[in-house]
């Protein structure tokens, strides 16, 4: 396994690029309610819910979205579609804020509590939104897949000591998942990589890193890669993905042929990976039992184009 192609990526690529640029976050959604989940200081961060059409007094599925932008960029709208399907299929679907360094001058760790804030917060409000609190997931990409999976795979960085912040499930679009090396490795890491990390993580990498924290016990998992991803190489999905099973965890890794990072955003490509990776998610979902019937993401996709 070669680690300097990883992390010299993340270093020199758009993970961590231009950290002066401004970032505007939408106050809210058409068709979706926004509620303050955490004030910290002065700032108060939002999750825009987005429910299905048809009410019922049956509890509900949810699922929380963490946008990607290297823990310094990146806005909730990232993943306002993947709300509204899902909300479409029958879940309560959100798409949450979290500080990020170019608004907030915070580093990583920041990022990881905030994240196990809001699905504390989702549980904690989960009769009161008519959520079913032992079926949550949470979800997110690239940077904010990897604040997903450190909600279901670390131990620590809670703001607040009540109730649980770990997830049912997990779906991790393109995620940064080894932020350190790993024993055993063909090269060692590079020092001056290992330095860089640990500025913009705030802690030792090692602490925030998914592959190191595994262990018995991490939510049911789904990852979705692209296997020409050149910013968060596919190995290290694919090396996550066996310890979650040597650890005895269920997990899923389904990598997409020549395609790069945030290939699945909707409305790149014509929509070609948003299709293939939502149904690939609905189908994770459906064994689950978090969801029924088949997929309807063509019909979405097809609706959004009238």
Same mark, same amino acid.
């Given at each position: ?6 992390? $010299?990526?993340?270093? %020199?690529?758009?993970? *961590? ?19 303050? !989940? ?14 299905? @059409?048809? +009410? ?8 929380? =979205? ?18 509204? !399907?899902? $909300? ?7 798409? %949450?804020? !979290? ?32 959520? /079913? ?5 949470? &979800? ?18 809670? /703001?607040? +000591?009540?109730?649980? #912040?770990?997830?049912? %499930? ?5 995620? &940064?998942?080894?932020? $350190? ?51 968060? $190489? =596919? ?6 993905? @066996?310890?979650? @099973? ?5 997990? @899923?890794?389904?990598? *997409?042929?020549? +395609?790069?990072?945030? =290939? ?9 990976? *948003? ?14 039992? !978090?969801?029924?019937? #088949?997929? #309807? ?10």
């Amino acid at each position: 396994m070669k680690f300097t192609s990883l992390f $010299a990526a993340l270093i %020199a690529s758009s993970l *961590f690029a231009n950290a002066a640029k401004k970032v505007s976050w939408p106050r809210g959604f058409e068709g979706a309610t926004t509620e303050i !989940y955490k004030t910290i200081d002065d700032v108060e961060l939002r999750i825009h819910i987005f429910s299905p @059409e048809i +009410q019922s007094k049956k509890p509900k599925p949810a699922i929380v =979205f963490f946008f990607g932008g290297g823990w310094k960029g990146g806005t909730p709208k990232q993943f306002e579609q993947h709300c509204r !399907y899902l $909300a479409s299929r029958g879940m309560i679907a959100m798409t %949450a804020e !979290y500080r990020i360094r170019n608004l907030h001058q915070t580093l990583a760790q920041a990022c990881v509590r905030d994240g196990k804030s809001a699905i504390r917060w989702v549980r904690a409000n989960s009769k009161r939104l008519g959520i /079913d609190p032992n079926r949550i997931v949470a &979800a997110g990409g690239s940077a904010g897949g990897h604040v997903a999976a450190c909600t279901g795979v670390l131990k620590g960085f809670e /703001d607040e +000591q009540t109730g649980s #912040s770990r997830p049912n %499930a997990m779906v991790l679009f393109n995620p &940064a998942l080894v932020l $350190a090396p790993i024993a055993g490795s063909e090269l060692p890491f590079p020092k001056d990589k290992m330095d860089e990390l640990t500025e913009r993580m705030g802690v030792a990498p090692k602490r925030l890193s998914p592959w190191h924290n595994v262990s018995k016990g991490v939510p049911p998992t789904l990852t979705l890669h692209g296997q020409a991803d050149t910013t968060v $190489a =596919f190995w290290t999905a694919r090396v996550f993905h @066996e310890k979650m @099973e040597t650890s005895g965890n269920r997990s @899923e890794l389904a990598g *997409f042929i020549d +395609q790069p990072h945030g =290939f699945f955003n909707f409305g790149k490509d014509e929509n070609k990976m *948003f299709r293939a990776t939502v149904k690939r998610a609905d189908k994770f979902l459906i064994s689950l039992g !978090y969801l029924k019937g #088949s997929d #309807s993401v063509d019909t979405f996709l097809n609706q959004k184009h009238k």
